[in-house]
Structure formats: structure tokens, C-alpha cells
């Protein structure tokens, strides 16, 4: 469906339009990293081959003198910037036959300018350093990638477009962007396997799925690594991207082939050598491989996050943890993580009843000396931050990913909570936890 008004047209035809940005828009302000991870993007899909690499769309209005740009300025203003690049880095006085958008000086305010400063630079070193391959990349990229362009010549009608493509559309979940990028990445597989993969996935409950993203999987890979595990969304999927099947680099290779027995594993993701040993073929401390094993990563981790919840009820009082109120529920969302890690990093036989009294009251600690116990608290816990109030400066997942063996779980000792510390809580539901990890017999 191609006319004047909607088509799809090259990154050269794009730039060679008579844009400019009109004044009711935000300023330029896309980071080095939004920038970066476009050209990685395109950069990818020349080494793949894609005979057409759709970038996104772009709404202009024609007011008659220049196309207005409507939705879609800070992506095609990074392109312009990178164009740019191209031809500073071969040193052609070519540019002004593509864009003229950065050439409007009065479009940007000085923070915009700062923005484009920096992403030139950091695109200009990713040009300089795939060196000899540049000129080809440069010819696929602006004759293989392109933009939906849509015009429309009534600006209420531009802005009842954008209105529908950004306002009332539902944004897609970030699982949903996953599950899309990681088909593109079966491109080898067949229907009947990428239905049979979609449907496993579609079985689970895609709100519960969610929430295991946000609260469980995501801060599990951040923790150990020292890194913040809070407001997981769309704009931090590139956790989960994985190594792409295109990836040469020697780590890439090697993880790779460590999964190529993907098949002799069985249900439970385990696989069972000839001296009786098992192979768990994942682990939250290795990448993961991007396409197929995605799906099975997620789907087995989200099992053992249930199998770890079943676990917890059977082992541990239910009035200890309770789920009434968040607070109660951020902790207990925590113990369940760092139970989850402990088994991935060893197995669940080495889970013995102290080991998990120990998690228990590592995460528990936190109960009885916080009042109020919120996202940010929790957080700040698990990284071992200073200022906490309990066992500061221990990162439990950092210990136990660099832990050879689970005994040494047994050798780390916590800070104690005195009952005159528990003070006022003496009196409150919260004395039950203190008498399970600090009482006499403890």
C-alpha cells in the first residue's frame, strides 16, 4: 500500500528530504547509549545480510515550504549525525547532498547541541573502528534501511496520527518486544518449532510473567554484578538480548558450543552424564544465547522461581512470611530470590535446612530493624550498600556467585539485632521474626 502520502523510502531518500523540526518539539536529547545501540543495530544487519533493514517511521506535515517532523525527530536527527560521520571519517565533502537538518542551527537550543556533540563523537569512533568495512557499510546503510513515511498536509491531522500511534496505542510489554526480537533470531527454525516455542510461552500467564521480569529475573542478573535492580521496562530489554547467532567473538563461540547439546537435556533443563553427574544448561551468571534458548531460559527460570515458592511455604511458618502489606512482600520477594540464585549457582540438594534458615535470616534481618520497607530498601540491601541499616557492605549475590563451593555460605556471619534494638517492635507481629533468626536458641 504505497502512494504519496505513506511509502516506504531509503535512509538516503529520507535525508535527502526537506526536513526541519518545528518549534513545539522536544529538544534533542538522546544519550550515547540510545545512539551506540542504534548503529550496533544496523551494524548488525549488514553482517547478516538483511536485504532490508526497516529503521521505524516517521510522521512529517507538509505545510507547503518544508516537511514538518512530527513524530520520529530524535531517531532521524541520530541518523543525520551518523551520515555525517560517514563521510567526516573518509574525509568526502558528500554530507550536504544528504541532510541538511543539522545545518539549521536555530532548530537546536544548546542542550540539544550538547546532546549531538556527544553522539557524534561516540558514533564517529564506532565508524573509525570497523575501519575497511566502512564504505560498504555506508552503502547498505543508507540504501538497505528504511523509514515508513508518512505525510499528511493538515497538522491536526499529523497530530491525531501521532495522537493514535503514541497516545491511545497500548505500549507493548517489555516481555513482548523480547519475545518479537528473539523470533527474528529463529530465523533457522522451523514454523512448527517457533509455534510450539510460542505456545509453551503463551501457557503462562503473561501478567505473572510480567511481574517475574520485573521483580525476579531482571534484579537477579543486576545484583551479582553490583549494578541496581530497580524499574525494569522497554528500555532496559538489552539484559536479555543475548548473543546473536552471527556473533564470532571467542566468548560468544564458547558459550555457543557449550549449548549445542540443547536436545539431550530433558525437561527440567538437566542433563545427566555418564558418571551420574547433571548438567543444569543454564546459569544467571552466563549470557544467554539469543533466539531459541531465550524462550527455554525464561521458561525454566520462571518454573524454578514457582518450584522456589513451594519450596518457601512448605519450609518456613507462614505468619513469618506474610505477605500483608508490600513491605512484607519486597522482603519476601527478596528471600525467594536469593534462594533462587543459591540453587542456581549450586543445586537444590545443597539447599539443607540451615543453609536456608541462613537466607532466611539474611533477608529477614531487614524485616526487624525497617519500619517501612520499600523498592529503593530493598535494592540498597541487596547491593550491600553502607547506609543500610543492618549488614552493610555485604552483597549475599555477589558472595555466592564467587563462592567454589557451598560451605562457604556456612563461614559468613550476619549482623545481630538485640531485642533492646527491636525496641518498639517488641510489641508488633515483627517480634515472631526477631525470636526465628536472633532469639535464645539462635
Given amino acids: 500500500m504505497e502512494n504519496e502520502n505513506l511509502k516506504i523510502i531509503s535512509l538516503k531518500e529520507a535525508l535527502k528530504l526537506n526536513l526541519s523540526i518545528p518549534n513545539y518539539q522536544r529538544p534533542y536529547r538522546w544519550s550515547t547509549e540510545s545512539a551506540s545501540l542504534l548503529f550496533n543495530d544496523i551494524y548488525s544487519a549488514y553482517k547478516s545480510n538483511i536485504p532490508e533493514y526497516r529503521i521505524g517511521s516517521i510522521v512529517l506535515h507538509n505545510n507547503n515550504i518544508e516537511l514538518e517532523i512530527v513524530d520520529g525527530q530524535q531517531r532521524i536527527t541520530t541518523l543525520s549525525i551518523l551520515t555525517y560521520c560517514f563521510y567526516k571519517v573518509l574525509k568526502l565533502d558528500k554530507y550536504k547532498e544528504l541532510s541538511s537538518l543539522l545545518n539549521k542551527k536555530e532548530t537546536f537550543d544548546v542542550l540539544s547541541s550538547k546532546s549531538i556533540v556527544e553522539n557524534y563523537e561516540i558514533l564517529k569512533r564506532h565508524c573509525e573502528i570497523i575501519g575497511s568495512e566502512l564504505k560498504p557499510f555506508i552503502k547498505y546503510a543508507l540504501e538497505n534501511c528504511s523509514v515508513v513515511e508518512i505525510v499528511t498536509n493538515s497538522e491536526q491531522e499529523s497530530f491525531q496520527f501521532f495522537d493514535s500511534q503514541n497516545s491511545r496505542g ?6 513482548d518486544l523480547l519475545k518479537s526480537y528473539h523470533l527474528r533470531e529463529m530465523s533457522d527454525s522451523s514454523e512448527s518449532e517457533k509455534i510450539k516455542i510460542i505456545n509453551s510461552w503463551e501457557n503462562e500467564k503473561q501478567k505473572e510473567l510480567s511481574l517475574f521480569f520485573e521483580y525476579n529475573l531482571y534484579p537477579l542478573i543486576q545484583w551479582y554484578r553490583n549494578k541496581p535492580g530497580l524499574y525494569y521496562s522497554s528500555k532496559k530489554i538489552n539484559s536479555f538480548k543475548g548473543i546473536k547467532q552471527n556473533n564470532k567473538y571467542h566468548f560468544s563461540i564458547y558459550h555457543k558450543a557449550a549449548n549445542l547439546y540443547i536436545e539431550h537435556f530433558n525437561s527440567e533443563g538437566m542433563y545427566e552424564l555418564t558418571n551420574g553427574e547433571k548438567i543444569n544448561q543454564f546459569q544467571l551468571t552466563q ?150 533468626i536472633f532469639g535464645e536458641n539462635q
Wanted: glycine share 4%.
Fill in 287 to 436: 549470557p544467554l544465547i539469543a533466539g531459541k534458548r531465550f524462550f527455554l531460559y525464561v521458561l525454566y527460570y520462571f518454573n524454578l522461581y514457582k518450584q522456589v515458592i513451594k519450596l518457601i511455604d512448605s519450609k518456613i511458618e507462614s505468619d513469618l512470611i506474610s505477605t500483608y502489606g508490600s513491605g512484607n512482600s519486597y522482603v519476601r520477594n527478596l528471600f525467594i530470590n536469593v534462594v533462587i540464585f543459591f540453587i542456581d549457582k549450586f543445586n537444590i540438594e545443597e539447599l539443607t535446612e540451615s543453609r536456608l534458615e541462613f537466607l532466611f535470616k539474611w533477608a529477614y534481618s531487614l524485616r526487624v530493624v525497617m519500619h517501612s520497607v520499600y523498592p529503593e530498601t530493598i535494592n540498597k540491601y541487596a547491593l550491600g550498600s553502607w547506609d543500610s541499616r543492618i549488614n552493610s557492605g555485604l552483597n549475599l549475590f555477589t558472595k555466592i556467585s564467587e563462592m567454589q563451593n557451598p560451605q562457604e555460605l556456612d563461614s559468613i556471619i550476619l549482623e545481630k539485632v538485640t531485642e533492646e534494638q527491636l525496641g518498639s517492635y517488641k510489641s508488633t507481629k515483627y517480634k515472631n521474626i526477631w525470636n526465628k
Fill in 170 to 175: 497500548k505500549a507493548l510489554a517489555p516481555q
